[in-house]
């Protein structure tokens, strides 16, 4: 895939690391403000499905970016699950909440290890909704052979 | 509540569009008019993490379906054909389907108590108490990582089940054998 008009690459190079942060800022204050780890994982693969859109990709980085993304998807799933078995050994209960009354409520160290949740189902979200766009476009490739 | 009754009907009016027009593409841009409705109502009924989540997903579908689109073909071939013997059966399910449906709904909101007026008992321990058992300002996370969190566990299940799905069936390797 060639990408797409100038002006759109434009406008991807100045948007995307924007729309990266916002997701990050999502994921990170999902404890205090409207948001969490789907909604900021979603929009962290929207600003990869931007510019993946906007400047093309050949079939070598549709390859490695289908593997980068199942592995970082992985991580995400098996670190979600990490914390509800370190809740169960430590705590006595499945998605126990180890330490609530650390730091102070409305802060951004707070909550215990609701912002942990957040960051591994963000990286999950994200990591999903990529590789199956990436899979979709990949398609491409088979048909062409 | 007048707002919310209109921007219903206005669903309503999108999806009949999206269903019956040929234009594929028009069709997409419907079926994004109706998403985006219902992130509006998200907003009206006071639940902005799921409208955050809504406006996301319903952006990344449409790029997706445009994409397709401008990739394959534009017309709608299977409008107007004639109605064959199998179709009547499919009306009849659906009519009885719907029948059931709206009797059910009907029955539920008669024996609902009104939304959002008065709170049960789970609800309201997890307004009073929310705070000082998670920590967490943001109720909505502590229901959904703290007193719900197993839930949330099956629901990123459904999401790997999915990818692992769509992986197999478009895969690149063992196509050719």
Redesign the interface.
């Known amino acids: 895939m060639k990408g797409m008009t100038p002006i759109v690459k434009v406008v991807a190079r100045i948007v995307g690391g924007f729309i990266f942060i916002y997701g990050c800022y999502?994921v990170l204050y999902?404890?205090?403000?409207?948001?969490?780890?789907?909604?900021g994982g979603?929009?962290i693969?929207?600003c990869f499905?931007l510019s993946r859109?906007a400047f093309g990709t050949t079939a070598s980085q549709e390859?490695s970016a289908?593997i980068s993304s199942?592995i970082f998807?992985s991580t995400g799933?098996l670190l979600?699950?990490l914390i509800?078995l370190l809740g169960l050994f430590v705590g006595g209960y499945?998605?126990i909440?180890l330490f609530?009354?650390?730091?102070t409520?409305?802060r951004l160290v707070?909550?215990?290890s609701?912002p942990f949740?957040?960051i591994a189902?963000g990286i999950?979200?994200a990591a999903?909704?990529l590789?199956?766009?990436v899979?979709?476009a990949?398609?491409?490739?088979?048909f062409k052979e | 509540m007048l707002e919310l009754i209109v921007l219903l009907i206005f669903m309503i009016a999108a999806g009949i569009v999206a269903v019956e027009i040929r234009d594929l593409l028009a069709s997409v841009i419907a079926l994004g008019a109706v998403g985006f409705a219902v992130a509006i109502g998200f907003i009206m009924l006071a639940a902005p993490d799921l409208a955050i989540v809504q406006i996301v997903i319903e952006v990344l579908s449409v790029v997706f379906f445009v994409a397709v689109i401008l990739k394959t073909t534009h017309v709608d071939s299977t409008l107007g054909r004639p109605y064959k013997g199998e179709d009547v059966f499919t009306f009849v399910v659906f009519g009885l389907f719907a029948l059931a449906f709206v009797y059910f709904g009907v029955r539920l909101l008669i024996n609902l108590a009104p939304m959002s007026r008065e709170l049960g008992q789970v609800a309201s321990h997890y307004l009073t108490q929310g705070l000082t058992e998670t920590g967490a300002v943001n109720r909505v996370t502590s229901v959904v990582l703290d007193y719900r969190a197993l839930d949330t566990l099956g629901e990123a299940t459904v999401l790997f089940t999915a990818v692992i799905g769509v992986l197999a069936v478009l895969r690149l390797e063992g196509r050719k054998k």
């Open positions: 999502i999902g404890h205090l403000s409207p948001g969490g780890g789907f909604a979603a929009i693969a929207a499905i859109l390859k289908s199942s998807e799933g979600f699950l509800a499945f998605f909440n609530p009354s650390f730091g409520p409305g707070s909550a215990g609701i949740s957040n189902i999950k979200v999903a909704i590789s199956i766009f899979v979709l990949s398609t491409k490739y088979i």
